[in-house]
């Protein structure tokens, strides 16, 4: 049966994935997970995310002029429910603290999230500022992906293993 739903909850009901987007500035790298991301065209490979105004990740991409959208797989899911009150701006370093793992990035100094189904190294292209929201449009510079990784997708709230159908 369909209902009519509030309209502040219509961003939850657009089924997404999760992502881990790593960052890094001046030395200091940081990690904030995410369900606001796209992918937005082939040529020139563009990729979105959604990063609240209030995180210190907002900040370090600004300055950076860089990101990586690391596409989660179960294998960061443990680190979800810790992720939640902690902030890269009260912690040295937010990879150590969260027990994730890293490996070099190709073009950009933010590192990869070891374990994930794909990790898109990104040169910051646009932003966008939205009431507490800032949308940041970068290029695709670098990707990998592990396909044996299957990707997590999310919807209100709840975490999916994506599975062909
Ligand atoms: C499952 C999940 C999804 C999230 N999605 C987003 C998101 O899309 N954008 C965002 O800015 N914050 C999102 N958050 C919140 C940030 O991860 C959180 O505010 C983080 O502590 C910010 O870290 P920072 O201050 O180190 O940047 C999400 C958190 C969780 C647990």
Do not use: W
Not at 26 to 50: H, M, S, W, Y
Not at 80 to 102: H, M, N, Y
């Amino acid at each position: 049966m369909v209902k009519e739903i509030a309209l502040a909850q219509a961003y939850r009901v657009t089924p997404t994935g999760l992502y881990l987007i790593s960052t890094a500035f001046e030395g200091k790298r940081n990690v904030q997970f995410a369900f606001r991301a796209l992918g937005l065209t082939d040529e020139p490979p563009l990729i979105a995310i959604g990063i609240q105004a209030d995180n210190f990740s907002r900040g370090i991409i600004q300055k950076s002029g860089e990101f990586v959208v690391n596409v989660c797989s179960e294998k960061q899911l443990f680190a979800v429910d810790k992720s939640r009150s902690l902030s890269g701006r009260d912690v040295e370093d937010k990879f150590v603290a969260l027990g994730l793992e890293t490996l070099p990035a190709k073009q950009v100094k933010a590192p990869l999230v070891a374990g994930c189904h794909a990790n898109v190294e990104c040169k910051l292209e646009k932003e966008l500022e939205l009431p507490g929201l800032h949308l940041f449009v970068g290029r695709v510079v670098a990707a990998h992906q592990d396909d044996q990784l299957k990707a997590i997708s999310r919807l209100a709230g709840k975490n999916f293993r994506m599975e062909p159908i």
